[in-house]
């Protein structure tokens, strides 16, 4: 079955076009486009007129690509900033006039259970597809599934923490409010932050996770999968990518020392001058210092001192439920 999904986040918006079958997905096309939706909600609970415009564009020049491709089902897929902006449904109404893109806004937990089961399906070769040709590993030489295992899935207005087996639906999921646009505006006033504001970041988020996840779940977890745009970009400025390559990408290991050696070097540069290091996608400069934060926080409550880094995330279990029916529009 071929289907569209646009996933509108707080940061970027991105347009997933794959065929799914029995189980497996093949990805057609995969775009990023950041459009930073979340501009200001954190404080003022609504959307910005400026980001209402720039989502607007993005998903104008989305709309061709889907009709070209022709999919049975469509859905648009909304997470944090339209959970928490005051605004949200009546801009999705009006995205759905404007697009005829049918629309829903997942919860926190429907958010890190699809999370989970495409960011964890690919140890089972059920996602393996949706990477190009050369980065669908074969099965034997896939490294074996931790269980219980971790996934973590960092984005701009939340972190989806879902815990289970590969394979399975996840058994705990929480959703903090411990984003990458949240708390950069949240905490940073100064480019480059104060250690006191990395401080007080840092301290929040791991407040957050201690107070959410049971110390007993923590201390079983055997491994973790890291997904979305702060991961793939860490382990991209890591190799010196100049030019993305999803094959390098995934599967790759962070270790916890090598997250807060990049967090430390991020603290030390202005927003510009980490947008002018290598793998730093324009619209990431300011924020990817509070995203590896967040990920070495996670490591640090999980008694972690690595995470394998997962190109299959949301998109794909979404894509995956999708087509068999159990994600709809509302």
């Given at each position: 079955m071929k289907v569209a999904?646009?996933?509108?986040?707080?940061?970027t918006c991105r347009l997933f076009l794959a065929d799914v079958t029995d189980a497996r997905v093949e990805q057609a096309e995969r775009l990023t486009t950041v459009v930073r939706l979340g501009q200001g909600v954190d404080k003022s609970g609504q959307l910005h007129e400026d980001a209402v415009a720039r989502t607007h564009r993005c998903i104008s020049g989305?709309?061709?690509?889907?009709?070209?491709?022709?999919?049975?089902?469509?859905?648009?897929?909304?997470?944090?900033?339209?959970?928490?902006?005051?605004?949200?449904?009546?801009?999705?109404?009006?995205?759905?006039?404007?697009?005829?893109?049918?629309?829903?806004?997942?919860?926190?937990?429907e958010e890190g259970t699809l999370a989970f089961r495409g960011g964890t399906s690919w140890f089972a070769g059920g996602a393996a597809d949706a990477l190009p040709p050369a980065a669908?590993?074969?099965?034997?030489?896939?490294?074996?599934?931790?269980?219980?295992?971790?996934?973590?899935?960092?984005?701009?207005?939340?972190?989806?923490?879902?815990?289970?087996?590969?394979?399975?639906?996840?058994?705990?999921v929480r959703s903090l409010d411990v984003g990458v646009v949240r708390l950069t505006e949240r905490f940073f006033r100064h480019d480059p932050p104060e250690e006191a504001e990395v401080a007080a970041l840092t301290g929040h988020v791991a407040a957050a996770i201690a107070d959410a996840v049971p110390a007993e779940l923590r201390a079983a977890v055997r491994g973790a999968v890291g997904?979305?745009?702060?991961?793939?970009?860490?382990?991209?400025?890591?190799?010196?990518?100049?030019?993305?390559?999803?094959?390098?990408?995934?599967?790759?290991?962070?270790?916890?020392?090598e997250i807060d050696a990049?967090?430390?070097?991020?603290?030390?540069?202005?927003?510009?001058?980490?947008?002018?290091?290598?793998?730093?996608?324009?619209?990431?400069?300011?924020?990817?210092?509070?995203?590896?934060?967040?990920?070495?926080?996670?490591?640090?409550?999980f008694g972690l001192d690595a995470v394998r880094v997962s190109e299959a995330d949301l998109l794909e279990g979404a894509a995956l439920a999708l087509a068999d029916g159990s994600l709809k529009p509302r």
């Open positions: 999904i646009v996933d509108l986040g707080t940061n989305y709309a061709p690509r889907i009709a070209a491709y022709g999919p049975e089902r469509s859905l648009l897929i909304a997470t944090s900033v339209l959970r928490d902006a005051r605004d949200g449904r009546q801009f999705l109404v009006a995205l759905k006039y404007d697009f005829s893109l049918p629309w829903r806004i997942l919860s926190g937990q669908a590993q074969p099965a034997a030489i896939r490294p074996a599934a931790p269980d219980p295992l971790l996934l973590v899935d960092i984005g701009g207005g939340s972190t989806e923490f879902a815990v289970g087996s590969a394979g399975e639906p996840p058994a705990f997904v979305a745009g702060t991961y793939t970009t860490l382990v991209a400025n890591k190799l010196g990518m100049t030019d993305y390559d999803a094959r390098l990408v995934q599967g790759h290991v962070l270790s916890l020392a990049t967090a430390a070097r991020f603290a030390r540069l202005t927003s510009a001058e980490r947008g002018r290091l290598p793998g730093i996608q324009p619209g990431r400069e300011d924020v990817i210092l509070a995203g590896a934060l967040i990920a070495g926080e996670a490591c640090r409550a």
